[in-house]
Structure formats: C-alpha cells, structure tokens
C-alpha cells in the first residue's frame, strides 16, 4: 500500500535508523550543481570519481565499523553526472557487499538520466533505492537554490520518481535543507503534502549548516519540528 509521506517524517526517520549503521559516499571531487547552501558546490566539478574509487570508500569504513549495512551516495558530486561509474559501484556492492539492494540509496537533484538509467534496469539487477534533493516545492525558488537542477520541474521529478518507487517498491526518500525564511513556510510545506499525498515516500527534513559566506540559517528547533507536525497533519 501507498505510505503517506506524512508518516514517514523527518521526526520517524531520527527514531528509527542508527547512523551508525551506514557511510555517506562521494562521487565527484567537487560538484556542478552549484547549490547555494553547499560548500562543495563552490568548487566547481574538479574531477569524476571512477567506480573502484567509490566501492573503495565502504571498503575502508568496513575496515572502521564492520557492521555498516547502508550505503548513501550522497557525499560530494551529483551521482547523475557520473552515472555510468554510480551504477557500476552499485552493482558490484550490492552483489559482492552483502548490502540489501535497497540499502544503497542513489541521491539526485532530479536530473531525467538518472531516472532513465534506473528505470532501465532488470529486476535481476542491483536496483538501489532513490533520493531526490528537492529542498523547495515551488519550482521558481528550487532555481535559486540548485543552480543546475536539470530540465525537470518539481511535480515532474516526483513523477519520475515515484514510477521508480512503483517498479521497485521501496519508498522514495525526499531530502529538504530547512533554510529560515526560504523554504520553511506554511506555503511550501503544504504545496510539498500536496504534491506527495499518497505516494510511496518519505521526507526528511535537514537543518542547514552554516556556511562560510551565507546568510543561510537554521530555524530553530521548535519551527523544525513544528514543520514536521505540520507535515504530518497535512
């Protein structure tokens, strides 16, 4: 059945997975996307990681913590800018790793490839689960704070999305920086419950960090957690 995502809020999501239990990898030295609440995205693309550099990086936190058993490739680079060395990583863990395929989670500002790519493969493949940075629900906004979202707007991407959450039937996780009055407003969180009601999904709500240079703050902790009660009763 079709989890609300409402449910499944940022609050679920804190009780419920140890993050002890998974390593955050890269892709890219440096990132093209250029999104305005990033560090990395200051630099540019320096250069593509290839597939044996990313599966080396949960070899050496294996070594650390052997009880790793989640993968998220979600450190420097946008995985659909080098999907060809992703999907090859992810392969090779999710055969030869001992990781549930659905414990390796691609993430995407929501660039078309990569749901071609994903959607493109067999049932008898390694297919991960899917993480979209969404970070603003209007689309006008969500281009001020991704310089290069790609051509998709954002009632496209979760579409896209969640035909690959129907393929597969795991949850799409929905990532979104709270940014103190940007994208933490009654308009913006229920235009998101809107446009995932009823979907497969669930939504993570993560407080920005302050960056060198940036006005952007957090809000507080009782508006990040009043977001998430909205969220929840919407």
């Keep these: 059945n079709a989890e609300n995502p409402a449910v499944r809020n940022s609050r679920c999501a804190a009780k419920n997975r140890d993050p002890k239990d998974g390593v955050c990898v890269s892709t890219q030295v440096g990132c093209a996307v250029g999104c305005a609440f990033c560090m990395t995205g200051r630099s540019?693309?320096?250069?593509?990681?290839?597939?044996?550099?990313?599966?080396?990086?949960?070899?050496?936190?294996?070594?650390?913590?052997p009880g790793i058993r989640k993968v998220d490739f979600m450190g420097m680079g946008e995985p659909s800018h080098?999907?060809?060395a992703v999907l090859e990583a992810v392969q090779f863990l999710g055969t030869y790793g001992d990781?549930?395929?659905?414990?390796?989670v691609i993430s995407t500002v929501g660039d078309p490839r990569i749901f071609d790519a994903l959607l493109s493969l067999k049932p008898t493949d390694v297919r991960p689960g899917l993480a979209v940075s969404l970070h603003s629900a209007i689309d006008e906004k969500r281009r001020h704070l991704i310089a290069k979202p790609g051509a998709l707007s954002v009632a496209e991407i979760i579409s896209r999305a969640q035909a690959y959450s129907d393929a597969v039937k795991y949850p799409v996780q929905y990532e979104w920086v709270?940014?103190?009055?940007?994208?933490d407003g009654k308009d913006e969180i229920e235009k998101l419950a809107c446009l995932l009601e009823g979907k497969n999904a669930m939504l993570n709500f993560i407080p920005v960090n302050r960056v060198e240079g940036s006005d952007f703050v957090r809000p507080d902790k009782e508006k990040c957690l009043a977001d998430a009660s909205q969220n929840e009763n919407s």
Excluded: D
């Design 178 to 183: 709270l940014i103190r009055g940007v994208n």
């Design 44 to 65: 540019g693309l320096i250069r593509q990681l290839g597939s044996a550099e990313i599966a080396a990086q949960v070899a050496a936190a294996r070594r650390i913590n």
């Design 99 to 104: 990781f549930g395929h659905k414990s390796l």
């Design 82 to 84: 080098n999907l060809r």
